[in-house]
């Protein structure tokens, strides 16, 4: 079991960029994809982007604005969201499931979440 925090969520207006980080601590994540989820009020939680163990692969829903990456050396796993629309503004949560190859896009596959963090973009 892994314990996930992110940070990094904010007031931000349309056109701006932020940063989130999720801080991994307990059992090593190495084997671990990392993923990113978004729930915004009243809607379902939606995939947003997924790194595999080593950082060699990854799956975004919006590559053109968002970026995820992965630095386990410092047990970090960060999205770098850009030209943010005020349809991004949800919770935003990161996620931790054992899987040795790939990445994974299904939220139920994911055994450990964060507590999540707060994007408000602004118009």
């Known amino acids: 079991q892994v314990q996930l925090v992110e940070s990094g969520g904010g007031r931000v207006q349309a056109g701006g960029s932020l940063r989130l980080s999720c801080a991994v601590s307990g059992r090593t994540h190495s084997n671990y994809c990392m993923g990113w989820f978004r729930q915004a009020p009243g809607k379902e939680r939606e995939f947003v982007a997924a790194?595999?163990?080593?950082?060699?692969s990854t799956f975004v829903a919006d590559s053109l604005r968002f970026v995820i990456s992965r630095d386990n050396a410092k047990n970090t796993v960060y999205l770098q969201m850009n030209n943010l629309k005020p349809e991004d503004t949800a919770i935003y949560y990161c996620a931790a499931a054992y899987e040795p190859m790939g990445v994974i896009l299904e939220d139920y596959r994911y055994k450990s979440w964060g507590q999540g963090t707060q994007v408000t973009v602004s118009s």
């Open positions: 790194i595999n163990w080593s950082g060699g």
